[in-house]
């Protein structure tokens, strides 16, 4: 048994060695946006003023699947849907109901909830076409809001 492990990880390192750098995302071409405050600064977007995740926009075809991972070393930040929104409203749209997380589809409605450092949101399928706009619940106007492009 202990035999049998130690080949597969010799084997895995190989991959590794021969196949160039790994994801370090979690694998399955899932996509990961990192959220941090303190190193994605405010940018332009066509959606307005954008910041503390990075993309600032991403772009990504149906059926991927995305998630969150607060790489600031702080607590919290959420990333959570604005419903129906086209541009980022000039105040924060959240309520409390985005500390709690919830959704597992864009077109659904999605938050994260209050992630701690380090940590990763649920999954959340990009299952329809659509332009979706979220924030975060604590640092709305810091500004802390992005957008995903389903295409
Ligand atoms: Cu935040």
Known sequence: MMRHLAGGLALALAACTAGGIPSSSGGSGGVTVDVSLTQFGPTHTPYGESGGYSP???????????????????????????????????????????????????????????????ASSQTITADQPGTYLFGCFFHYGAPMRAAIVVQ
């Open 56 to 118: 600032a926009i991403t772009v990504v075809s149906v059926g991927t699947q995305l998630h969150f991972t607060n790489v600031d070393n702080f607590c919290c930040h959420t990333a959570t849907e604005i419903p129906g929104a086209t541009t980022f409203p000039s105040g924060s749209p959240f309520n409390a109901g985005a500390l709690q997380q919830h959704g597992t589809t864009l077109s659904g409605g999605f938050s994260s909830g209050a992630m701690q450092p380090g």
